[in-house]
């Protein structure tokens, strides 16, 4: 059997790793979640009409387009919902939402 290399992931692909981590769990919550974000109706319609068939992909717009405008203040968020997701095991929304909801400072 010949070993496969191993690359480590750089920043992008952790951070898109991570985004479909929180995705995964937002389901058909991801729409009040971007309303406690601060995103406005258009917003929202325009994730779900770019995004129709799949509330994975309409919950990673989101989170794409929140890490966009919170810029390098995204990531340790990210970071923190992960671990506190594999951590303890609450996979729920109620966790995201209420962890990123702390985190509008």
């Known amino acids: 059997m010949v070993p496969v290399p191993v690359h480590p992931l750089n920043a992008m692909e952790r951070t ?3 985004i479909n981590i929180i995705s995964e769990q937002l389901g058909l919550s991801w729409a009040e979640l971007a309303r406690e974000l601060q995103f406005g109706v ?6 779900r009409v770019e995004n ?3 509330l994975l992909d309409q919950s990673s717009a989101l989170l794409n387009l929140w ?5 390098k203040r995204a990531k340790s ?3 923190r919902a ?11 929304v109620l966790f995201i939402y209420q962890y990123i ?3 509008q400072v």
Do not use: M, Q
């Open 67 to 71: 890490a966009c405008r919170e810029g």
């Open 77 to 79: 968020k990210f970071n």
């Open 42 to 47: 258009d917003d929202i319609n325009r994730i």
């Open 16 to 18: 898109e790793i991570k």
């Open 82 to 92: 992960v671990d506190l997701l594999s951590f303890s095991h609450l996979n729920t």
């Open 52 to 54: 129709p068939n799949s």
């Open 101 to 103: 909801k702390l985190l």
